[in-house]
Structures are given as structure tokens and as C-alpha cells.
């Protein structure tokens, strides 16, 4: 018997995935180019649905749940398991960043937060109020509001969240770039102002857009937390895809969202798709002054 490996130069170099931004400890990897995420059922059952619906080029595949030392996971593709030394970012969607849900449990049963108010004095001592500074704690929806506002999310619909690039820096401090220029300085900054990775990503988002408004699966979900991961690479390879579904949970039937109306306690909008004609306007007007 003959012992055949392929010549060094075909064997394909897979990068180590890492991540950019989240929880620590919810992933692990496996040896296929796959990723192990801790089981959430609301994730699951995103997943499930995303698989047949015309959003399925633009998220993870996904192939079920499985267990590794007794925890459950949801497994998905890496995507970053096709691309060489790839720069990343996570840009989190929409005008909202917690659940109606969530806002009526703080209301019910309200639960002041320390690590949270530990956080926030940590970027901006005087933000929190004078009961919030006597309890040294705040609410988790008084928090991602002051997230909201101090960063793009507010005013434009989506924020970076982290940025890593192919040289391993990594930042994630991101939480008060707010205005059009500080989010196009760290988008030039993130393509290395290579306008054919820009065109790329701009024809994706456009291509995502086009999708979306058709999408049966989008039009019935509330989309909050969701992010856009941007992966490109040194070969000019560009990618864009949906991830994190924790926190898309489905109307109620007949009940859809447009995403782009105003939020108003009680629609559910998510600001989805404002902000993402937003990013493609600003794509759009970077490509035109170069
Ligand atoms: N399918 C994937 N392929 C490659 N990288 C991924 C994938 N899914 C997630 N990641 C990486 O993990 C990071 C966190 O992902 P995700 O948002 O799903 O986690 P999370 O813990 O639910 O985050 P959050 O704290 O926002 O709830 C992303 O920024 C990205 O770097
Ligand atoms: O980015 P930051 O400022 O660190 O804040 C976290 C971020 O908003 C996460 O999206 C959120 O998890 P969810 O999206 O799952 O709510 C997490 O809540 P948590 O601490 O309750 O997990 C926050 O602490």
C-alpha cells in the first residue's frame, strides 16, 4: 500500500478563529472549520428557520445541537475558517439593543446591576443619577439606553463593536464612537482604505438589504443584538453574515415589523433595516470621495 499526502502547497492553511467581541466562554471550536456556541433555545430555533429561508447565504450553516462535557451547544460554520489572516468586525444592528420583553421584567422586578454601574462609571463617571449612585448599581435597560445613546446605535442604527486585524490587534473600544466621522475613520482604518474591500462589502450590504425586505423569516422577528461580522482578507476576499440570534424572538401571527419605523414601546421595531441603509449610505458617500 501507497501512503499518498498532498504536496505541501495544496494543503489548505486554516486561520484559528477567534473572537472579536461577546461572551467569554460561550464558543468553542472543532476540527471541521466549525464552532461550538452555547445552547440558547431562541437561537435554536432562529437557526432552524434561517436554514430554509432566502436569508441562508447570509448567516452561519447550521447543523443542530450538540453536547461537550454535558453542555449543550448550537454548532454552526466558522466563518472565518476560509480566510487567510482575516480582519474582522462586529458591528451590532438595529436603533434597540434589549427586548421589550426585558424592559417589562425591569419594570415588574426591577434588579439594579453592580457590574453594570461598575462599567459605566468606568467610561463616563458622571453618567449615572443620584439614586443610581446611592445604590451603585443600574438597571440592565437603563445601561444598554446609555450604551445606545452614547454610541452610533442611537443615531444611526448600528455601532462597531470590535475590530480585529489580520496583524492580531484587536480593539474593542468602540463605545463612544457616536458621529458619521468618527464611523468612517475606524471603517478606513478597518479596510486599510483598500476601496475594492469597501466596494465589496457596499455591493454585499446592498445584496443583504435586497434580501432582507423579501425575507419571511425577517419580517416576523423581532431582530435586537443581532450583529453584521465583517471578515475580509489580504487576497481581497470579502464577506459579510448575520450572527448572534439570542435575543430575535417571532411576532406574534399576523403581526410583522418594517424596521424601519421609529421604536415606540409596544411596536417592537428594531430599526433593522434604518440602520442599515445608513451604513450603506455612508459606504456609498466614502466611495464616491475617493
Ligand atoms: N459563526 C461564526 N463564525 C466566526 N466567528 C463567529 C461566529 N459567530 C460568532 N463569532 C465570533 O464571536 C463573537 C461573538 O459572537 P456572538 O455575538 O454570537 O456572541 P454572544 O456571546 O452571543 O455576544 P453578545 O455578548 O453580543 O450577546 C463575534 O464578534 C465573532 O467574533
Ligand atoms: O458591551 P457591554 O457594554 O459589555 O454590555 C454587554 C452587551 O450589551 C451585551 O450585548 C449584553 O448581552 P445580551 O445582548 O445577551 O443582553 C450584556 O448583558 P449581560 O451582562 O446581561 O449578559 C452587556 O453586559
Known sequence: MVNWSPPPETVKKRSPWVQVVGHAGNFQTDSDGRLLKKYCESEQQCFLQLMSDS??????????????????????????????????MDCKMGSRTYLEEELKKARECPQPRKDMYEKMIAVDPEAPTEEERLQQAVLKTRYMQWRETLSSTATLGFRIEGIKKSDGTCNTNFKRTKCKDEVVQALEDFVDNNMLILRSYQQRLQELRDILEKSDFFKAHEVVGSSLLFVHDVTGKAGIWMIDFGKTVPMTPPLTLDHRSPWLEGNREDGYLWGLDNFIDILTTMLQEK
Open 55 to 88: 436569508l441562508r447565504p447570509f448567516v452561519p450553516g447550521y447543523y443542530g445541537v450538540t453536547q461537550r462535557d454535558e453542555q449543550d451547544y448550537n454548532l454552526m460554520d466558522d466563518l472565518l475558517a476560509d480566510f487567510d489572516s482575516p480582519c474582522i
